[in-house]
């Protein structure tokens, strides 16, 4: 029996460690620049594909703009407002469909979407936009920053 008690009491300590939210806003702020440096090195690397067409080009280029400009009002903010947290991931939910099924898993950015894609629940909770995700995300937070710092 106390052998049980012991190992229940370190599970709330160790799902601390977990948590989705980031800690700070400047620790959101972080993320969403993160975000915004690994969506426009995929909109840089899909504009040097062959055979990409030129709507999706143009609608990635348009994404990858909202992105960064949504960064740059969050970097100003004292926190990330729910609207900006939608419209990065509107973006970048947008940026995956449209890029996602023209190119192979192996794509040297399709991690870089994941990451992008993975992160988005961080920063919708910092928002505190409520809601399930889109889809599951393919890695923590802590690897989808690893990720996205190799955009930077």
């Known amino acids: 029996m106390r052998r ?11 799902l601390a460690g977990c948590s989705l939210m980031p800690r700070t806003p400047a620790e959101a702020a972080t993320d969403v620049q993160l975000i ?26 348009a994404d990858a703009l909202t ?13 990330i407002s729910a609207t900006l947290a939608q419209q990065i991931a ?20 399709v991690p870089l979407i994941n990451a ?10 910092a928002a505190g936009v409520t809601g399930a995700p889109a889809a599951h995300p393919v890695y923590t937070p802590a690897e989808a920053r690893l990720i996205l710092r190799g955009a930077v």
Do not use: C
Not at 4 to 14: D, E, F, G, I, T
């Open 90 to 109: 509107a973006a970048v939910q947008e940026i995956a469909a449209l890029v996602l099924p023209l190119f192979p898993a192996t794509a040297p950015f």
């Open 36 to 61: 915004a440096a690994g969506v426009a090195a995929v909109a840089q690397d899909v504009a040097k594909a062959p055979n990409v067409p030129q709507a999706t080009l143009v609608r990635v280029q």
């Open 4 to 14: 049980r008690s012991v190992l229940l009491s370190a599970v709330p300590a160790a």
């Open 116 to 125: 992008a894609l993975s992160l988005l629940p961080t920063i919708l909770a």
């Open 67 to 79: 992105v960064s400009q949504a960064a740059a009002k969050v970097a100003q903010a004292s926190a």
